[in-house]
């Protein structure tokens, strides 16, 4: 009996070890592909194309096997169409151009089984609008709204604004636009500017912006709502306890996730509906993607037509926001997190918008109240966030912030409104965001 025991006890330890070693050598599998990720984002385009080409030329032996029932023919080859996208990517932003079109139709060659689902797809695409012609940089169109003056004439501190220049040519922006009691005190361009820009996660305020207005209308009755309240999926379990004030605050129990969340996915909406709890609602900050995604669906269903048509109809538009619109995925729901597609100028009129409470010209657009609850804390596990509001104290404001430093600043006491967008990495570019606070604090004259 002790003997059968042992050799049952040593097979369990045995299977054990070939779970923990299959999962190990997996993870290892698939660490070269995060890397280039990481790389390439980092601006280390050069090392990124290298483990790039490695990862792409180590299983190409793989296709001179006969194919085996056991094998993973379709997986192994995603990855590497994952990989070429990688090296396509870092060959662009190094200017190889010849070598990224070479690749790009290769991709074409290899590639053309990725299912629509799949997120590499989308990406190529936007590269291979970049390797196309050359197309001429959209001009700043001008509606009669913004007016120019001299810095100056509104007591700016023009030495601090012109470092402010600077820093966005140094760190690589693609637009810099300084607003000063409505009046535009700098313009910066760069050569990459196009419109639309995306807002990157800059998006997410204006989703905030979007439930406000819904509550003002009685269409939502409260940030305390529950989820399940438009989403019948999450009444069961511990998601039945979330509400849309967790999803505004970050504390919805959803965890920070990376290449693997929200982004991976052209089918937004279905992704995050399906996504359990990392914790429980309410006892963790987590910066969330995939929580503000969420928020799509149930705009949807609280306005009463798609959000994007929404927020086209009751915002972009009386605001003159005529070259904005929601970025939308591949079943046309809108991206509530991320990409709103628009202009520099379009951007910063959201700024005078939360600067003036809510209100354009004689138009009432959201609640004082709102934008009030919006931009102060909104829990206590981070004091620096608000309802999908960054928050600042030197100098005193709000913002919202995207990839790359695409961000939009508020400043009430200096009646300020900064936009800075910027739409690829930049090799040695500067850190834009901590020298710009203490530029901001400066432009005021006392």
């Not at 790009?104 to 970049?130: F, I, M």
């Not at 196309?132 to 604004?161: C, E, H, M, Q």
């Not at 609280?302 to 904005?324: S, V, W």
Request: include cysteine; aromatic fraction near 8%; hydrophobic fraction near 40%.
């Amino acid at each position: 009996m002790m003997a059968d025991f042992r050799f049952v006890f040593v097979i369990g330890l045995t299977l054990l070890a070939g779970v923990l070693l299959t999962g190990l050598a997996r993870a290892q599998e698939l660490l070269p592909l995060e890397r280039m990720m990481e790389l390439n984002r980092s601006g280390k385009w050069e090392e990124a194309a290298q483990l790039a080409q490695r990862f792409i030329d180590a299983p190409e032996k793989l296709d001179a096997q006969p194919e085996k029932s056991d094998a993973k023919p379709d997986r192994s080859k995603a990855e590497r169409c994952e990989a070429y996208y990688s090296l396509i990517y870092s060959q662009t932003r190094l200017g190889q151009i010849d070598k990224a079109k070479s690749n790009l139709t290769t991709y074409d060659q290899k590639c053309s089984h990725l299912p629509s689902s799949n997120w590499v797809p989308g990406e190529v695409a936007k590269l291979r609008e970049e390797l196309g012609p050359r197309k001429t940089p959209a001009p700043v169109k001008n509606d009669g709204f913004w007016k120019t003056v001299a810095p100056a004439s509104l007591g700016i501190n023009v030495a601090a604004l012109e470092n402010h220049r600077l820093l966005c040519q140094r760190s690589g922006a693609d637009a810099c636009l300084v607003v000063q009691r409505g009046k535009i005190v700098q313009e910066f361009y760069s050569t990459r500017y196009r419109v639309p820009m995306m807002a990157m996660s800059s998006t997410k305020s204006i989703t905030g912006i979007l439930v406000g207005m819904l509550i003002d209308d009685g269409k939502i009755k409260s940030i305390d709502e529950p989820v399940c309240a438009y989403i019948s999926e999450w009444c069961a379990g511990p998601r039945g306890k979330v509400t849309l004030r967790h999803l505004l605050s970050m504390t919805s129990g959803l965890p920070h996730m990376y290449e693997e969340g929200v982004s991976s996915t052209n089918e937004k909406n279905e992704f995050v509906i399906k996504l359990p709890l990392a914790t429980a609602p309410g006892a963790k900050w987590a910066y969330s993607n995939e929580g503000v995604q969420l928020l799509s669906p149930i705009l949807d269903k609280a306005a009463g037509e798609p959000i994007q048509d929404y927020a086209r109809k009751r915002l972009f538009e009386p605001l003159g926001m005529l070259e904005t619109r929601l970025h939308l995925d591949s079943k046309n729901h809108a991206w509530s997190y991320a990409d709103m597609e628009t202009s520099a100028r379009d951007f910063a009129r959201i700024g005078l918008l939360m600067l003036n409470k809510g209100v354009w010209g004689k138009q009432r657009i959201v609640s004082a109240k709102w934008v009030e609850q919006s931009t102060k804390p909104s829990q206590a596990l981070n004091s620096g966030y608000g309802l999908l509001w960054w928050l600042y104290e030197k100098p005193a404001g709000f913002g919202a912030q995207g990839y790359l430093d695409t961000n939009l600043y508020v400043f009430p006491e200096q009646e300020l409104v900064i936009v800075r967008m910027q739409s690829k990495p930049v090799e040695h570019a500067t850190p834009y965001g901590s020298e710009a606070l203490t530029i901001f604090e400066q432009l005021i004259r006392r």
